[in-house]
């Protein structure tokens, strides 16, 4: 593993930094570690970078699925824009150390929604189109997963899953079991999940920087990251994620600019894609449900660090039921979206 003070030479070695930033005593080297270990480094100019390293057993596998798709994005200048995806600087395979661009000024919606209380519409409008570019991207043979996501098949685990499930997700996989409706509407979306595009797998906004373009000061453009999870797959899922945790932020009490950045947000999708309101409709209330897929799925992280179904996992829950089944007017409260 490499560790924070091993990292300037390891830089110097790749020709990534100068000795001059190290000298002048412009070198910053942090350790933003998280399920991966992240470490944070800024010097002189075009010196900012993120590396990261996988730490658990499987994430050499996750790493290089996310290299190449760094790769393969940052290479097609025309299918994904440089600014929705931060520039790749090198992939040490035998180590297992990704080395990305740091964004500088750059800022994670999750944060962003904290820190302000909302979203700008302008920012939800830029992630709506980042990930319509994304989107446009088919599948050509290259060789990427293409299942569709674990949480469709939750309410029915498997028998070992009780071997490490806690108490509170044991109550939750109930809570789903319950209402054979929810069964159903999670089996829809699994046989009809779509290998039809090139999806994230996992937006969420801690994975969506907001940051300026060169030489600005205001964050105006959305880049994604955290590739590891990425691959061929239904365009519905990432909509759905995003929407899920504008849904949550309701739920806590946010009011995300009275309520316009999803609307911003599923506005700006569409112009990108150049949907038609039939195709656009249809698509929409697939996000809904996958929304309401993935609020299950946050809630099911939460129950592993828990005993019991806590009052605030009970009403993600709550909510998320409701958008599986499609209830309408769950959705406009919940979203401020009408097909």
Known sequence: MLEQDE??????????????SIVAGHLRVGDVSSRNRNFRVTGGAGESYLLKQGIAADSAQSLRNEAALYRRLTADAAAAPAASVPALHGYDARRGILILEWLPGGEDLDALHRRRGGCPPALAAALGRALATLHAIVPDGEELREDAPWVLALHRPPLDALRYLSAASVQLVRRLQSDERIGVAFDELRDGWRAEALVHRDVKWANCIAHPRPGGSRPTRVALVDWEMAGWGDPAFDIGSTLSDHAAFGLAGGRDAGGRAPAAFWSAYVRARGLGEPAAARLLERSVR??????????????????????????????????????????????GLRA
Do not use: K
């Open 290 to 335: 996958f929304a309401g897929a993935r609020l299950v799925q946050s809630a099911y992280e939460h129950t592993q660090e828990t005993t019991v179904l806590d009052e605030r996992v009970g009403r993600i829950v709550a909510l998320a039921c409701e958008l599986l089944l499609c209830d309408e007017r769950a959705a406009a409260m919940a979203l």
């Open 7 to 20: 990292v300037p030479a390891y830089l110097l070695r790749r020709r990534l930094l100068s000795r001059r």
